[in-house]
């Protein structure tokens, strides 16, 4: 499992910067990987085991969401993973849901666990040059912003004593742009963390007629694991609802190397878009009904391979 949180990492290493002479590139992508499993178990005599493991990566020229789904089912217990990623420029989304399910047995004897983990990924650069004829050469300033909307859910149901049905669920939401914003969820106590169309941005100093470098990048790391024994039963859930993620606020605050404000200058982009102003991103199904979906197609498909093995 550790490999996913070393995914996420290198993710938020990749940081959100602006810098001058850029990269001369312009992309929008998404990266998932996704692993669970789930054992069911009796002493000294059947047991059954399940797991599966995924991982993608796009570079979105248009805007369909990359989507993905994995679970694992064995004796009374499932865990699954699923959810999408999409970006573009200027805007960028992620939906993810990790459960463990750990169900009763007929008696004490008997074991359930199992656990989801799921990391998402997204990104977008583009280089920007901002122009005016009188100053081209000169250095000036400018404010650039984002605006962050979601949340992240941990919860944790146990049916039964604690030392005979146990749960787990963490995780967090990272993005970057200019300076970090930086949620975390790590224990089942805490409730829903929820932003709403937060504010990320800063002033950026550039040369006018010279291109730089914009990146905005986010991320979210989650888990769930459950174990039960006997006819105790746990469901570990996280929840990381960022179907409206990140969109482009726009510019402001354009001054000139002496402090004085500019508002005849054209802005030009790689990718076209154009970064003055606020960027709405395309319509999507509602992430619950997209869920539904997908956690549904999920475990059909883990029923029906249990169910082979078993047959």
């Known amino acids: 499992m550790h490999a996913l949180s070393r995914m996420t990492s290198t993710a938020l290493l990749l940081a959100a910067m602006c810098s001058p002479a850029g990269a001369q590139t312009a992309s929008a992508v998404g990266i998932y990987e996704i692993r669970g499993y789930h054992n069911a178990s009796v002493p000294d005599g059947p047991s059954d085991s399940d797991e599966f493991e995924d991982r993608g990566q796009r ?4 805007p369909q969401a990359l989507n ?3 679970a694992a089912c064995a004796g009374t217990g499932c865990s699954d993973a699923s959810g999408y990623v999409q970006a573009g420029f200027g805007w960028m989304r992620m ?3 990790v459960r463990s399910v750990s169900g009763a047995s007929p008696t004490i004897e008997y074991s359930n666990n199992g656990r989801a983990v799921l990391g998402i990924f997204s990104q977008f650069t583009d280089e920007l040059t901002i122009s005016d004829p009188a100053r081209n050469g000169t250095p000036g300033s400018v404010f650039l912003s984002t605006l962050l909307d979601g949340g992240v859910s941990p919860a944790l149901d146990v049916f039964g004593p604690s030392e005979l049905a146990n749960g787990y669920a963490e995780g967090y939401f990272g993005a970057t742009f200019l300076d970090m914003v930086y949620l975390e969820a790590n224990t089942i106590d805490l409730p829903p963390t929820r932003i709403d169309n937060a504010e990320i941005g800063g002033t950026v100093s550039f040369i006018f007629g010279q291109p730089f470098s914009i990146t905005v990048a986010a991320s979210s790391w ?3 694991s459950s174990g039960s024994y006997g006819i105790n039963a746990a469901v570990a859930t996280f929840v990381s609802d960022f179907s409206r993620t990140l969109t482009w606020g726009g510019m402001s605050d354009l001054l000139d190397a002496d402090g004085n404000p500019v ?4 802005v030009s982009s790689l990718s076209g878009t154009d970064y003055r102003y606020a960027i709405v991103p395309p319509p999507v199904p509602e992430p619950a009904t997209l869920l539904l979906w997908l956690l549904g197609l999920s475990l059909l498909a883990a029923r029906q391979r249990w169910l082979r093995r078993l047959g």
Not at 59 to 62: E, K, L, M, Q, T
Not at 263 to 266: G, K, L, M, T, V
Request: no cysteine.
């Open 95 to 97: 939906y993810g849901v």
């Open 59 to 62: 570079v979105f020229s248009d």
């Open 68 to 70: 993905f789904a994995g």
């Open 222 to 224: 989650m888990q769930a």
């Open 263 to 266: 508002a005849d200058y054209s």
